[in-house]
């Protein structure tokens, strides 16, 4: 599998994963016209996107979604809750919980905990390697944590430094509460606390995403991981930021 996360934060988050088979696109919470650009840029011709989850309906998270499949018409899987919470009229629509695309590769979808009717995370498996994509949560249940434990590459929310965002002048006390909640954001203590439970001897590479602009920065975030890491006597695989306006690089798992 090759991945590249295409945009990353509170303005628009959407991640492309590219199997042998199959062209995923993970939300489209940028503009549509954003995602054309860039998957061209990075040599993907929008029109063999064929498959796209949905997290959930937050527009940061499915702004474009409407105008992207009614122009390609790939097939969404989105659940009934989130496609309500959406408001969003589009076809081609499938809520299944767990999907076997043509027997090649696996995709579940799994629980988060976040301030939305209904959120998922999701695993994607092809001939033994694999992705989860985790962001937008407060915190992820010990049930999961097997579930999602020694895969090859994660992509995992590390939002915010907990002192920046409540040194924050510009964040009523209200907001800050809902950001550390359960139903908001994992910090980057948070992060690197599960990330140090969950990388094992198949983990390649982490990319930390949906980082805040206001209350982190991607060396505190890197700073707080690798002192988890190293205190736990963990060895780090490669390490990378999904960014707001700016694709990654392809990582192949």
């Known amino acids: 599998m090759k991945i590249c996360v295409l945009s990353s934060g509170s303005k628009g988050n959407s991640t492309y994963v590219e199997t042998k088979n199959h062209k995923i696109l993970i939300d489209i919470g940028t503009s549509a016209l954003y995602i054309e650009k860039t998957l061209k840029n990075i040599g993907v011709d929008p029109s063999e996107i064929d498959i796209i989850l949905v997290t959930h309906a937050h527009i940061d998270h499915v702004a474009g979604l409407k105008v992207f499949t009614k122009k390609y018409k790939p097939l969404v899987y989105i659940s009934d809750k989130i496609l309500k919470e959406a ?102 203590k948070d992060s690197a606390y599960y990330l140090s439970k969950l990388i094992g001897n198949k983990t390649k590479c982490i990319v930390l995403a949906h980082l805040s602009e206001q209350n982190n920065t991607e060396e505190l975030a890197l700073e707080t991981l690798k002192e988890t890491l190293n205190k736990k006597n963990i060895k780090s695989p490669v390490i990378a930021f999904g960014r707001q306006n700016q694709a990654t690089e392809f990582f192949e798992v």
């Open 87 to 188: 408001n969003l009229n589009i076809e081609n629509v499938s809520n299944e919980e767990c999907i076997d695309v043509n027997s090649d590769i696996k995709i579940k979808s799994v629980r988060l905990s976040h301030d939305v009717t209904d959120i998922k995370g999701y695993i994607i498996e092809e001939n033994g390697s694999s992705v989860v994509y985790i962001t937008d949560t407060g915190y992820i249940n010990e049930k999961l944590m097997g579930e999602i434990s020694n895969k090859s590459l994660y992509v995992f929310e590390s939002n915010h430094d907990i002192e920046k965002l409540m040194n924050n002048p510009k964040y009523p006390h209200h907001t800050k509460i809902r950001i550390l909640s359960d139903k908001g954001h994992l910090s980057n």
